[in-house]
């Protein structure tokens, strides 16, 4: 394939990664789980993650108001997702902020990075 991208797999990513994909499987999900926020239909794990790690970034920046962000630290954003930051920003981080549905967010995003598939 071709514009493969690769992403170093540091502690934190793995962590972050394993208890997301994992624990559902081990049985560590409250009673009533809200719906998941991201599900991964794609052959291609990785040009989906962009919004995963800006949202992860952001949730941890909201506890720890000095971390900084995986995507900041190892240079996601100049690796080939530039073009998805400044959507991200004005799209999913309301509905972060809890403005706005997840639909809502999520159409704005395609709207905003999306392309036509069709010749």
Do not use: C
Not at 14 to 30: C, D, E, K, N, Y
């Amino acid at each position: 394939m071709a514009g493969r991208l690769t992403f170093p797999m540091t502690p934190t990513l793995s962590l972050i990664l394993t208890v997301t994909l994992f624990a559902p499987a081990a049985g560590a999900q409250p009673p009533n789980p809200r719906p998941p926020i991201f599900r991964f239909e794609a052959d291609e794990l990785w040009l989906n993650l962009h919004h995963f790690i800006f949202t992860a970034g952001d949730a941890v920046r909201r506890v720890m108001p000095d971390h900084v962000p995986y995507a900041e630290a190892a240079g996601v954003w100049q690796r080939g997702f530039q073009r998805f930051k400044i959507p991200l920003e004005e799209t999913w981080k309301p509905y972060l902020d809890g403005r706005g549905t997840r639909d809502e967010a999520l159409a704005a995003l395609v709207a905003k990075t999306g392309t036509d598939p069709r010749p």
